[in-house]
């Protein structure tokens, strides 16, 4: 199951999250991101580190 660990790409937050697909956890790691870090829009060069951050 991929998981992802916001502390991963250097975040001092202790989120995690799971999900069935990575698309599924893509959009979790998103809504997190928004409401959490105030990130509206993954810029690309966070969303290559959130990829290579996620354990399949
Ligand atoms: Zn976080």
């Known amino acids: ?8 790409i250097g975040m001092d937050c202790p989120f995690e ?3 069935k697909t990575e698309d ?8 997190h991101a928004s409401k959490a870090h105030d990130i509206k829009t993954v810029p690309p060069e966070l969303m290559a580190k959130i990829k290579k951050a996620i354990k399949k």
């Open 1 to 8: 199951m991929p998981t992802f660990k916001c502390k991963d």
């Open 17 to 19: 999250t799971s999900a």
């Open 24 to 31: 599924e956890l893509m959009m979790k790691i998103a809504e």
